[in-house]
């Protein structure tokens, strides 16, 4: 029932193996299948899962993850959530694995709303500022002359009287 989906270069492929082969089982099929459109046989699933970076948005990390993850092999759950939270990359992955998600889902669901929270707290592009009014001139200290009278403050003092 799988090969009456098949397309294009996929379905010719298909009709090769019959004429080949037969009708394959489910189980060679599916093994001729990744043969021939999977993976190739010297890559490193895992090695590739833990290399996974977040270089963009959270969303299409997660994409990226779970496309890598499905090919990765049997991993516990407490595993998945490492991998996803250590990629993420600070300070974004200490704000996840600081509520100690347990799942991967609980994971990429905070991860998606920590995100959000950042682009609304982002502070703002800083303007250039300038004073409002400009600064006062600085105030000159004049000596008095010699044998003058110190004035005391707030007093006047006029001379020649």
């Given at each position: 029932?799988?090969?009456?989906?098949?397309?294009?270069?996929?379905?010719?492929?298909?009709?090769?193996?019959?004429?080949?082969?037969?009708?394959?089982?489910?189980?060679?099929?599916?093994?001729?299948?990744?043969?021939?459109?999977?993976?190739?046989?010297?890559?490193?699933?895992?090695?590739?899962?833990?290399?996974?970076?977040?270089?963009?948005?959270?969303?299409?990390?997660?994409?990226?993850?779970?496309?890598?993850?499905?090919?990765?092999?049997?991993?516990?759950?407490a595993q998945r959530v490492q991998l996803f939270t250590g990629s993420l990359l600070p300070p974004l992955s200490m704000d996840v694995r600081i509520q100690n998600p347990q799942t991967l889902a609980a994971a990429m669901s905070l991860a998606r709303q920590m995100e959000l929270r950042e682009q609304y707290t982002a502070p703002p592009a800083k303007a250039a500022t300038r004073p409002l009014l400009p600064a006062p001139p600085p105030r000159l200290a004049l000596l008095a002359p010699p044998g003058a009278k110190?004035?005391?403050?707030g007093t006047i003092t006029v001379e020649g009287r």
């Open positions: 029932m799988a090969s009456n989906n098949l397309e294009e270069g996929a379905q010719l492929w298909y009709m090769q193996v019959q004429t080949d082969e037969g009708t394959p089982s489910w189980r060679r099929f599916t093994d001729l299948l990744n043969l021939c459109y999977g993976p190739p046989l010297g890559s490193a699933p895992l090695f590739e899962l833990a290399d996974c970076r977040r270089t963009s948005t959270v969303a299409e990390y997660q994409d990226r993850f779970q496309a890598l993850l499905a090919r990765a092999g049997p991993l516990d759950e110190p004035a005391t403050p």
